[in-house]
Nanobody, 113 residues
Framework: QLQASGGGLVQPGGSLRLSCRAS????????MGWYRQAPGKQRELVAS???????AYADSVRGRFTISRESAKNSVALQMNSLKPEDTAVYFC?????????WGQGTQVTVSS
């Protein structure tokens, strides 16, 4: 019910845009966000955005990443600029109704020269 796209391979300093669309019973009223998980590390929250478009970011990406949402399409995007090798991870979109967590399938982002 969460379909993510947009990952890939990019050189350091480059940009990528991830998109995620919710379908089915997922409400447009939920906070949506992006997590990432690098090999051997725990999954971490990268950015989130409320239905009123209040955004929050991890310290490691603030100023480089921008999260946005389009309520009419029930979708969320993550614009990633000035990418660094340490941004390499599988990125997951996420939302929750407070009881059930919904996860996208994950999209690989690799930052390497």
């Amino acid at each position: 019910q969460l379909q993510a796209s947009g990952g890939g391979l990019v050189q350091p300093g480059g940009s990528l845009r991830l998109s995620c669309r919710a379908s089915g019973s997922i409400s447009r009223l939920f906070t949506m966000g992006w997590y990432r998980q690098a090999p051997g590390k725990q999954r971490e929250l990268v950015a989130s955005i409320t239905v009123t478009r209040i955004a929050a970011y991890a310290d490691s990406v603030r100023g480089r990443f921008t999260i946005s949402r389009e309520s009419a399409k029930n979708s969320v995007a993550l614009q990633m600029n000035s990418l660094k090798p340490e941004d390499t991870a599988v990125y997951f979109c996420h939302t929750s109704n407070g009881n059930i967590d919904y996860w996208g399938q994950g999209t690989q982002v690799t930052v390497s020269s």
